[in-house]
């Protein structure tokens, strides 16, 4: 885990996400889990040394935020929306998810299971520990039910995927106007130091960044549209080329772009 | 302690509000703690019989409701709003107030402090414990930060001063058409029994008769600034009799208040 402020530490290699500690007087609160349960477990071992788990955030309903929760004691705090998905969840499709992207953690171990959350907000909810001041505020985008946990002690704002760094956003579930929109909100934020759900910490100047992305995405479908193409035609010719040149080609990239596209012809033409 | 359903007790006796206790799977939830130390105390221990207590619920920021926290363990929940107002609490209020109220309970022990809640709502949460939902609800009445506590599995719900039964209602720092409005929310919550702030344990059929009272309230206040009355005039001459039959009008420093409340609600509506 690598420490990035006197209080907060971020594990982003052994987690499929960012996996955040914070650590107060009164013991320490988790934001995100690792999904691979090895690596959870190995990150619950480091994060012991650091004090007693008393809560863990969720910060979107997706599995490689969610996963690793039953390996972390302490009291479980998502958005509603995010504990009907895990209820909603089967080991099974954990199975699928794992065989896609890290065979070699197969199988999964039978300590492995969804853990309900304890406490759920809808809109904003506030966490007092130790000194410490837990923010979550429902910001939907990449999904209805986005939370940002901002810190204001430690000038610090964990995101969700509302904000990648050098990876591409997914819009699968996402509600595009309303992701502008909360980008707006994190900017009035009194943060340093922003930790975005996936890719490298950075500062205020991600959520410029990522609306423009967003914007870009949205406007490249929009044009598809506009000239008359059939959804196939766009899944086909649209491709985000500028938008995402940075990033290496492979069939992952090729993979999400379409899935991309596809939610936003259907997002645009509705 | 009254036991009202499979696993609700709600003790008021020894609180100056309704205390209540809802037994999960996996230990108890506290609605609202009694004001007198000693009292809570006692509770406390009752309370203890029946499992740990993993959360205690402030309804409201009002001193009758929230004094007794510091008697109980696990996570103190209130609004944000009750929060704020119990960090700006002194020990001196709790003083003057039992001074007022019951003054054999003096003097305050030393035990005795006000306890910063740990997490807080500001429009809606849900704690899920053994079996259990319990359903955050901001309802802004009586005060901006009422919170009403709707347990579907049992089919109740705790309301705060939102509701009071057989009791003068307090319109102090109140807003009385949001009071209107959350009179009408419980009216769609699928319940039973009814746990008020003050007084027995009532159903839902008294949803409409407080919206009577509030109502009352305000329209009686309304036809003496219509009839010119200054606000003194109309606190010396407005009673509420009618409007709460059996309730005693003998504090009339509370009608006194109630009145000066709604008198200056409804002019500052007209401009």
């Not at chain 1, 923010?135 to 999904?143: A, D, R, T, V, Y």
Request: hydrophobic share 35%; glycine share 6%; charged share 25%.
């Amino acid at each position: 885990m690598k420490k990035i402020s006197k209080n907060v530490y971020v594990e982003s290699i052994l987690s499929r996400c960012n996996t955040s500690v914070v650590v107060t007087k009164e013991g320490v609160v988790v934001i995100d889990t690792p999904m691979i349960p090895a690596n959870a477990k190995k990150v619950v071992g480091e994060i012991a040394k650091l004090g007693p788990v008393k809560y863990v955030i969720n910060t979107e309903p997706h599995g490689d935020h969610t996963s690793g929760d039953c390996y972390l004691g302490g009291t479980l705090v998502t958005h509603e929306g995010t504990r009907e998905a895990i209820l909603a969840s089967k080991v099974k499709d954990f199975e699928g998810m794992l065989k896609m992207m890290s065979p070699e953690s197969l199988p999964v171990p039978d300590d492995f299971h969804y853990r309900a959350p304890d406490i759920t907000l809808s809109e904003r909810l506030t966490i007092y520990l130790g000194g410490h001041t837990f923010k979550l505020i429902n910001l939907p985008g990449h999904s209805p039910y986005q939370v940002a946990v901002y810190c204001p002690e430690e000038r610090i704002v964990f995101t969700s995927d509302n904000v990648v760094v050098e990876d591409m956003p997914y819009f699968h579930q996402a509600l595009p106007d309303r992701w502008l929109e909360s980008l707006k909100e994190y900017e009035k934020m009194d943060v340093d130091t922003v930790v975005p759900g996936h890719g490298g910490v950075t500062d205020k100047s991600a959520f410029k960044r990522m609306a423009k992305t967003i914007k870009d995405c949205l406007d490249e479908v929009q044009g598809a549209i506009d000239k008359g193409m059939s959804l196939k035609e766009a899944q086909e010719k649209v491709v985000f080329k500028s938008i995402f040149a940075h990033l290496p080609d492979n069939d992952r990239k090729t993979m999400v772009i379409r899935m991309n596209v596809t939610r936003l012809y259907e997002y645009l033409k509705k | 302690m009254e036991k009202i359903t499979a696993n609700v007790y709600v003790e008021n006796k020894l609180s100056m509000c309704n205390s209540s206790v809802v037994v999960t799977k996996d230990g108890v939830v506290v609605i609202d703690t009694p004001m007198i130390p000693a009292n809570a105390k006692k509770i406390a221990a009752e309370i203890a019989k029946l499992g740990p207590v993993r959360y205690v619920i402030n309804t409201e920021p009002h001193v009758d409701h929230i004094s007794g926290d510091c008697y109980f363990g696990g996570k103190l929940i209130t609004h944000e709003g009750t929060r704020d107002a119990i960090l700006a609490s002194k020990v001196k209020d709790l003083e003057n107030m039992l001074k007022m109220m019951a003054p054999d309970s003096l003097p305050i022990p030393d035990d005795f402090h006000y306890r910063p809640p740990d997490i807080t709502l500001t429009e809606r949460m849900t704690l899920y414990l053994g079996d259990h939902t319990f359903q955050l609800i901001s309802m802004p009445g009586h005060t901006p930060f009422q919170v009403a506590v709707y347990v579907p599995e049992e089919r109740i719900v705790f309301t705060s001063d939102n509701v009071v039964v057989g009791n003068m209602p307090f319109f102090g720092p109140s807003i009385p058409n949001e009071w209107l409005k959350s009179l009408k929310e419980y009216e769609k919550l699928d319940v039973t029994k009814v746990v008020p702030g003050h007084g027995p344990v009532t159903d839902k059929s008294y949803f409409q008769k407080m919206y009577k009272i509030v109502k009352g309230c305000l329209d009686v206040v309304k036809a003496a600034i219509d009839k010119g009355m200054s606000l003194e005039e109309a606190q010396e001459k407005v009673s509420f009799a009618e409007i709460l039959p059996g309730v005693p009008e003998h504090v009339k420093g509370v009608t006194r208040m109630n009145v000066g409340r709604l008198y200056e609600y409804l002019k500052n509506k007209e401009k």
